[in-house]
């Protein structure tokens, strides 16, 4: 399964998760992210990804769930957990805060996945971004930074 879309972030960031993952923010403030270090332990314990762009704007992303994408030879490679299979891809304004959940309504994509653990290639070529996922062992990081693409 693969597919494209394009999305508007005005938070310079998209984001990877699933809604399971990060249950427990649901009542946090909706920017709960923008504190470095809440971002880099939900990112570390496999919860959410946040790809920071470094600039807002429109962006195109192409995802594949199988080796049909872009050869993603010199890709980053973080890992997610996969809790409930609901997973959301899009602009990270739209993350689990302030007692929302993205939708239908959000941009991005909400992908149906078996839960389990996951390996995402992350590669970036000015406004194009391919985001390759594939069944992991692993579940968590260990980045001492947050993740810039």
Same mark, same amino acid.
């Given at each position: 399964?693969?597919?494209?879309?394009?999305?508007?972030?005005?938070?310079?960031?998209?984001?990877?998760?699933?809604?399971?993952?990060?249950?427990?923010?649901?009542?946090?403030?909706?920017?709960?992210?923008?504190?470095a270090?809440?971002? *880099?332990?939900?990112v570390n314990? $496999? =919860?959410?990804?946040?790809?920071? &762009?470094? #600039?807002?704007? !429109?962006?195109? /992303? %192409?995802?594949?769930?199988?080796?049909?994408?872009?050869?993603?030879?010199?890709?980053?490679?973080?890992?997610?957990?996969?809790?409930?299979?609901?997973?959301?891809?899009?602009?990270?304004?739209?993350?689990?805060?302030?007692?929302?959940?993205?939708?239908?309504?959000?941009?991005?994509? *909400?992908?149906?996945?078996?839960? $389990? =653990?996951?390996?995402?290639?992350? &590669?970036? #070529?000015?406004? !194009?971004?391919? /985001? %390759?996922?594939?069944?992991?062992?692993?579940?968590?990081?260990?980045?001492?930074?947050?993740?810039?693409?």
């Amino acid at each position: 399964m693969n597919g494209k879309f394009q999305f508007f972030t005005d938070t310079a960031a998209l984001c990877l998760y699933d809604l399971a993952a990060l249950k427990h923010r649901v009542e946090d403030t909706p920017d709960w992210w923008s504190i470095a270090e809440d971002e *880099l332990i939900e990112v570390n314990a $496999g =919860n959410c990804l946040f790809l920071n &762009l470094g #600039e807002d704007g !429109q962006y195109e /992303v %192409t995802w594949s769930l199988d080796d049909a994408g872009k050869e993603l030879e010199n890709a980053q490679v973080y890992h997610l957990r996969v809790p409930s299979g609901n997973v959301y891809l899009g602009a990270a304004e739209d993350v689990t805060g302030g007692e929302l959940e993205p939708d239908e309504s959000c941009g991005g994509v *909400l992908l149906q996945m078996e839960p $389990g =653990n996951y390996a995402c290639m992350i &590669l970036r #070529e000015s406004n !194009q971004i391919w /985001v %390759t996922i594939k069944p992991s062992l692993q579940s968590e990081n260990s980045l001492n930074d947050l993740i810039r693409i």
